[in-house]
């Protein structure tokens, strides 16, 4: 007769639940109680209709316990599976993946597992090695342990310009770098606010995505896109200039330049120097020559924009000892940064600065330097105001051999 009984419920939520629950991580059934009521209750009729079946009872009962019971494996399973998680994956998200990948028995014993561990929210995206046929609670901690995460990384070091950042991803990924480039063309659309193309100078600005694609490592999601990618990087950008401050902090203190003029600026400090700590007084240079009348011309005169537009020609960049004047002077170079015309700062940034050259040019040291030079080997900087700071400064350079040729030539 009890074979009879219609009291079964489905342990498996219907494939249109998944993502559901978006808001938070780990969702609960909602109602919290309302199955395990309608169980008890079904459970509570049936030993009412197995009331007088006597010595039976008690066979009867067990098997219906255990239909009642969520299924899920033994131990810590066999074999080898991949499962993703994704961006806004809830615990019944990940427990259909888990479930649809051999991986747990029922989807709620994967909800039921991640309800009684409260570290079950701190699941990171990312695509993860797990083993066949195990108990849900040992699913959820190998999603736990980042060694089980499946990394396809690439890192971008500071001040790599963005036709290097696309060939490095390009070799990571095997998506061709005109992929990249076509992605590219609007940076809006890859999650650039609009104002941050906004200038004070008057200079008009195109819309590059160089300066925006914050160095870092990056872990890139199975199958994802160029545009995906870059906005990825695109946000990293956003997230770290939002926790400094940078935006409000030089609207507050920089004279009325605008954050893209700082990161303009933050772009030239980080080609310009070697070490961390020179990025602010590298950047307070690039003020005073372009913001003050105390440099001969509103100009900033430096060799790393120059090499810039050639490496966006496919050209090689060249030291400054062999840098031609005819180079310097080229009226066709819109980085052009010397002679008449060149005022200011260039129309794009000119690498993709880090941390420290974004706080540099955020919040330099308030100084009166108009000179910087490399002035060893090993990337010491050397600063000063005057014209005899300066001969004082190219005389390291050439005593160090960092400086050779005609300009040595008055010191011998």
């Keep these: 007769m009890i074979d009879d009984l219609d009291l079964g419920f489905d342990d498996e939520p219907d494939r249109g639940e998944k993502g559901r629950h978006r808001k938070g991580f780990v969702a609960k059934r909602n109602g919290g109680s309302g199955g395990r009521g309608r169980t008890f209750f079904a459970l509570f009729m049936a030993l009412v209709l197995l009331g007088g079946i006597g010595g039976g009872a008690y066979v009867g009962f067990d098997r219906i ?32 993946s888990l479930y649809d990948a051999g991986v747990v028995k029922s989807v709620k014993a994967f909800i039921n597992a991640a309800d009684e561990n409260s570290r079950s929210k701190n699941i990171q995206v990312g ?30 070091p500071e001040g790599t310009i963005t036709l290097a950042i696309y060939d490095r991803l390009s070799k990571q990924t095997k998506i061709p770098v005109a992929e990249f480039k076509a992605a590219a063309k609007d940076p809006v659309a890859l999650g650039v606010p ?17 300066g925006f694609l914050f160095p870092a490592t990056y872990e890139i999601p199975p199958k994802a896109t160029a545009e995906q990618i870059l906005s990825l990087m695109v946000e990293k950008f956003l997230a770290v200039t939002e926790e400094m401050k940078f935006v409000e902090t030089v609207q507050s203190k920089r004279g009325g330049i605008t954050p893209y003029e700082a990161l ?40 790393s924009a120059l090499n810039y537009w050639k490496r966006l020609q496919g050209l090689d960049p060249k030291d400054s000892d062999v840098i031609k004047r ?20 260039p129309i794009t940034p000119i690498s993709n600065p880090g941390e420290a050259a974004l706080k540099g040019a955020m919040d ?49």
């Design 65 to 96: 316990r255990n239909h009642f019971v969520t299924p899920d494996y033994d131990g810590a399973g066999s074999g080898e599976a991949q499962v993703e998680v994704k961006r806004g994956d809830t615990a019944t998200d990940i427990g259909v």
């Design 127 to 156: 695509l993860y090695k797990v083993r066949k046929q195990m108990k849900a609670s040992e699913a959820l901690t190998m999603l736990l342990d980042p060694k089980n995460r499946v990394v396809s990384g690439v890192t971008i």
């Design 194 to 210: 609009e104002f941050w193309f906004k200038r004070s100078d008057g200079k008009k600005s195109p819309r590059s995505l160089e």
């Design 264 to 303: 303009v600026t933050a772009s030239i400090a980080e080609a310009e120097s070697v070490n961390h700590q020179d990025m602010g007084r590298v950047a307070r240079v690039l003020y005073n020559r372009v913001y003050t009348d105390d440099y001969h011309c509103h100009c900033l005169e430096i060799d």
């Design 326 to 345: 005819s180079e310097l002077f080229d009226p066709k170079n819109p980085y052009r940064t010397h002679g008449p015309g060149s005022d200011g700062l």
């Design 364 to 412: 330099p040291p308030n100084t009166k330097d108009l000179f910087f030079m490399t002035v060893d080997k090993k990337g010491t900087m050397g600063y000063g105001r005057t014209a005899a700071d300066f001969d004082r400064l190219q005389k390291q350079m050439c005593d160090n051999k960092v400086l050779t040729g005609s300009n040595c030539a008055r010191f011998q």
